[in-house]
């Protein structure tokens, strides 16, 4: 399957990467994104089935898992 990238982005990732090779980069960052997709229905699925989450409870989460202080 042919895949089209704008001239910079090759480029860009080889610099950032020390002449990494191209393929393994755009393949590994596809996953993640697949990964991202994933949890994003997961998300959805629950919002369904149980509501949203309060943003306070959110905040709080992320704070425990980030080790930050919570942002109201």
Do not use: S, W
Not at 13 to 23: A, F, G, M, S, W
Not at 44 to 72: M, N, S
Request: aromatic share 2%; with cysteine.
């Amino acid at each position: 399957m042919p895949v089209t990238l704008t001239a910079g982005t090759p480029r860009a990732v080889r610099e950032r990467n020390d002449k990494r090779d191209v393929p393994a980069y755009l393949e590994e960052a596809a996953q993640r994104q697949i990964e991202r997709d994933c949890l994003d229905e997961l998300i959805a699925d629950f919002d369904k089935v149980h509501g949203q989450a309060a943003p306070e409870a959110v905040a709080t989460k992320c704070a425990r898992l980030t080790g930050g202080a919570p942002t109201h």
